[in-house]
Structure formats: structure tokens, C-alpha cells
């Protein structure tokens, strides 16, 4: 099992080169839509995945009860607007996300709920221009993940902060790392009983084989560092657990 070293040499080494093209990783969504599209039960493969996406979409609205417009970033099938749109009903939706049978999913599933105006946008978020002062409320769930170097974190944070109003609120749910390795290795692998729990050793294994191949996620305290460092001050933490973090910031 390679649990541990897999997640350390992403820590440590970060070499990018090794990792999945974003043409793979649109490719891999766009044949995994079914996985991503149960309100109930949320993406199997995240711990506290329903946990999650009520809280996330409760701060949301509770910060934010006036909002009129949504950018739901990595949408998958929609389940976060969905959610939202349940306490948020008025809400104009953009969902954006790198596959097109995963926003097409989607808009099917928030079209048949939402009364405001919803607009589709297959991009990667490091390509896509969101202007300033669009919308007031962003969700980014298991996606941020996908970022590598630090200068995109930033330049994506950045892009955040310019695109909410004032008094608009991001709120992201992500797989995490921790800076110390004994407790970064603790916690791989206790994901690792988690998924074994959830289904069996074979499905623990493919888990970690595509996070190894695709994904980069950073610890929690280096994205609210960067979340204060492109302008936010008012920062949440509303859950975490094992190697995944719920967390906003609010724009002031």
C-alpha cells in the first residue's frame, strides 16, 4: 500500500510534470458523472461528504441571505447548487466546470428547481475571466486540488476576490495536506481505513492511484494564508476531518 509516500512526495517535491494534463483529468470526469450526482450521499470517495455540503451551503446563505448571483466553480453534477438553491431559491447559477457531460448534469438537475437565469461555462478556472464585482456568492468543491504551482493558488484566489460584490462570501470544500509528517502520514491513513470501510482494499487503492496521478492539494493553513493574502480578512473554518477541510472567507 502506498498510502503514505505518495502524499509526502506531493508535499515535497511537487514535481508537476508527472501529473495528470488537464485534458486527462476532463477526460476522467467526463466518464465519472454518475458517481457525482446523488444529493444524498454526496462523492463517496470524501469523507463527510454530506456533513459538507449542508454546511457549506448553510454558511453560505446565512452570510449571504441577499445574494442574487452564484458561481458554483467545479460543479460536477451540481449537487452545491442544488443544496443552496433549496435555501437560496431566486438565485441566478453559473456553473463551470472542465467536463461537458458533467454541466450538462448539472444544468439539467438546477434547471429543474431554480426560477433564475443559469449559465454554463466549460473552462479550467485558471483560464476563465470572472470580471469584478459579478457575483456574491462562489462554492468550489474538490477542485482547487487541481492547482499546482503557489503563483496559480494566488492568481485564482485573487480572481475570487475580484469577481465577489462586497459582503460576498467563498466557501470551498477540498482534499487537504498537513505540514507536520507524522500527522500528514496519520491521517492518509486513516482515509485509507475510511475508504477500505466504505468499500474494500481494491477501491482504497484505485483513491489514492488517481490522487497520486491528478491531484495537489495544500495544507488547509497555506490556503487561508493565501486567502489573506489576496484581500480577505473574515475567514471560517466550518469543518475538518482526517484530509478534508470546509472552510470561507467573506469579502469586506
Not at 446523488?38 to 454530506?50: E, M, R, V, W, Y
Not at 477542485?143 to 460584490?165: I, S
Amino acid at each position: 500500500m502506498q498510502r503514505v509516500g505518495l502524499v509526502l512526495n506531493l508535499e515535497k517535491s511537487m514535481d508537476y510534470s508527472k501529473k495528470s494534463t488537464v485534458a486527462e483529468i476532463r477526460d476522467r470526469f467526463d466518464h465519472d458523472v454518475a458517481r457525482f450526482s446523488n444529493l444524498q450521499t454526496g462523492q463517496s470517495a470524501t469523507i463527510d461528504a454530506p456533513l459538507v455540503l449542508d454546511l457549506i451551503t448553510h454558511a453560505a446563505a446565512t452570510v449571504t441571505p441577499h445574494a442574487t448571483d452564484l458561481l458554483d466553480v467545479g460543479c460536477g453534477a451540481g449537487n452545491y447548487s442544488l443544496k443552496l438553491l433549496e435555501r437560496l431559491p431566486a438565485l441566478n447559477v453559473t456553473l463551470v466546470d472542465l467536463s461537458r457531460p458533467m454541466l450538462d448534469r448539472a444544468a439539467m438537475r438546477v434547471e429543474a428547481i431554480a426560477t433564475g437565469h443559469i449559465t454554463t461555462q466549460q473552462s479550467d478556472i485558471r483560464e476563465l475571466e470572472l470580471g469584478d464585482g459579478t457575483v456574491d456568492v462562489i462554492l468550489a468543491a474538490a477542485v482547487l486540488h487541481h492547482l499546482r504551482e503557489d503563483v496559480q493558488w494566488e492568481a485564482v484566489f485573487a480572481k475570487f476576490w475580484r469577481a465577489l460584490r462586497p459582503n460576498g462570501s467563498l466557501w470551498i470544500s477540498d482534499l487537504i495536506l498537513h505540514t507536520t509528517p507524522p500527522i500528514n502520514e496519520m491521517m492518509w491513513s486513516r482515509y485509507g481505513d475510511y475508504l477500505t470501510e466504505f468499500q474494500d482494499a481494491a477501491y482504497r487503492e484505485k483513491v489514492f492511484a488517481y490522487i497520486e496521478k491528478e491531484d495537489t492539494p495544500r495544507p488547509l493553513m497555506f490556503q487561508i494564508d493565501m486567502l489573506r493574502k489576496v484581500g480577505f480578512s473574515d475567514i471560517e473554518i466550518l469543518h475538518k476531518n482526517s484530509n478534508f477541510a470546509a472552510f470561507g472567507a467573506i469579502k469586506r
